[in-house]
């Protein structure tokens, strides 16, 4: 990682598997994923007995996620996460992150939330467009053509819903988390 200065910051190798990776400028802090099949993941599973030992009672992990939070200033690894799928009966597609709270996106048309800190799912909800509040614990998704629905974090609560007369394009909460910019 460089700097804007050409300073290199940190260096990490990922010769046994480059991830799939996704900044947040606003948290100082990259998501890094691999499928949990990859030479990366068996790799770091002989220095990370809790990574060791959750693989070893997957009897089916094909398809499966290992993810990692780094700090992108320091490249600290913050905390890791491990997505199971069922026999990879979805798909990631993009990924987001806030304060504690991860949200994956899937080819099903769900949103998967994530608690950071523990790495249990706390909740899935069926929607696009989804954008996470970087300060609040707000979550907004379109689950319908049109309608827009704030959700509470964690409780994963109806906050406040939205109607629209068309299908939404882009929702993006703003830097201070007070506004929702929605463009049909």
């Known amino acids: 990682m460089n700097s804007l200065n050409g300073k290199e910051i940190w260096n990490r190798d990922y010769s046994k598997g480059t991830p799939w990776t996704r900044f947040s400028r606003e948290e100082d802090r990259a998501i890094f994923i691999w499928g949990a099949s990859s030479d990366f993941v068996k790799e770091e ?47 990631l597609r993009q990924a987001a992150i806030s304060d504690n709270h991860l949200v994956l ?15 249990e799912r706390i909740g899935q909800i069926f929607g696009v467009n989804g954008s996470l509040s970087p300060t609040k614990p707000l979550l ?13 974090l964690p409780s994963m609560a109806e906050f406040r819903k939205l109607k629209f007369d068309r299908p939404l394009v882009f929702v993006k909460f703003s830097k201070d988390g007070n506004r929702l910019f929605v463009l049909t």
Not at 48 to 68: A, C, F, M, N, T
Not at 140 to 148: D, I, Q, S, Y
């Open 140 to 152: 907004a998704a379109e689950n319908k053509p049109g309608v827009l629905t704030i959700y509470s």
């Open 45 to 91: 599973s002989k220095e990370d007995p809790e990574l060791k030992e959750k693989i070893r009672s997957k009897k089916e992990r094909e398809g499966d996620y290992y993810v990692q939070i780094l700090q992108t200033s320091t490249g600290n690894v913050l905390h890791k996460v491990y997505i199971e799928t069922g026999r990879g009966s979805f798909r």
């Open 105 to 119: 996106f899937d080819n099903q048309n769900r949103l998967l939330i994530y608690s950071i800190s523990s790495g």
